[in-house]
């Protein structure tokens, strides 16, 4: 059972490198989403800025660590007109960082990779 399980995470582990969407100060969300990267290791998880003042905008996406991207969504604040600083973290799957909609493909990601990890140790 140990042998499966080291077996599985050396196999795995290479593929677990998580994938986002990146730009600096684009200011919309599809033109944001046009370059991608391989985040590295201690950065895991894809970290959104969004900063609005009127009607301008700012849109940022880069590869943080989980510490630094809920550091700066504790201080991030947008006033009752929508101008401020958003700051959003998602690490549930790759390129999760491509809308506002991460928790229902977090939880299906989920879902797939636990479902898969128990079909191979059945076996």
């Known amino acids: 059972m140990v042998?499966?399980?080291a077996f599985l995470f050396l196999f795995?582990?290479?593929?677990l490198s998580?994938?986002?969407?990146?730009c600096s100060s684009?200011?919309?969300?599809?033109?944001?989403?046009?370059?991608?990267q391989e985040c590295q290791q201690p950065l895991d998880t894809c970290m959104t800025?969004?900063?609005?003042?009127?009607?301008?905008?700012?849109?940022?996406?880069?590869?943080?660590?989980?510490?630094?991207c809920r550091g700066a969504?504790?201080?991030?604040?947008v006033d009752s007109e929508g101008n401020g600083n958003a700051v959003n973290c998602c690490s549930g799957y790759n390129f999760c960082n491509f809308?506002?909609?991460?928790?229902i493909h977090q939880?299906?990601?989920?879902?797939?990779?636990?479902?898969?990890?128990?079909?191979?140790l059945s076996n």
Request: aromatic share 2%; hydrophobic share 40%.
């Open 49 to 68: 800025i969004v900063d609005t003042l009127g009607v301008m905008k700012a849109i940022v996406k880069q590869c943080a660590s989980r510490a630094t």
């Open 73 to 77: 969504a504790s201080t991030a604040s």
């Open 3 to 5: 042998a499966r399980l």
């Open 12 to 15: 795995i582990s290479p593929a």
């Open 26 to 36: 684009s200011t919309s969300n599809e033109d944001c989403n046009q370059s991608t």
């Open 18 to 22: 998580l994938e986002c969407y990146v």
């Open 107 to 120: 939880y299906t990601a989920l879902l797939c990779i636990t479902v898969g990890i128990l079909l191979l």
């Open 99 to 103: 809308s506002g909609a991460e928790s």
